[in-house]
């Protein structure tokens, strides 16, 4: 049995509002990366003032929110980039 030969070019032209998701998306992600330094500046507050009060908790969860929000916003500054890498190495796959 032979299969139809499909193929995947992605486009933000090929459906109506295409260029509108484009824009709700880079909003979200604006959104994501505010959220994200509001995090790393309560994470780092609730460090320093863990650290000068000797409680290890409050510590502990603010360099945890820091390091959280950093993940974050790499993820987010790299998530096109990865998408984009994912995508064409699975093109190539035969």
Known sequence: MLLAAVSLTPSTTALPGG???QSLINGVDYWALIASLVALVIGAVMWAVGNQT????QS??????VLTAVAAAILLGAAPTLINFFFTTGTTVK
Do not use: D, K, T, Y
Not at 54 to 57: A, H, L
């Open 54 to 57: 000797q409680n290890m908790q």
């Open 19 to 21: 260029a509108v998701i």
């Open 60 to 65: 502990s969860a603010g360099r945890r929110a």
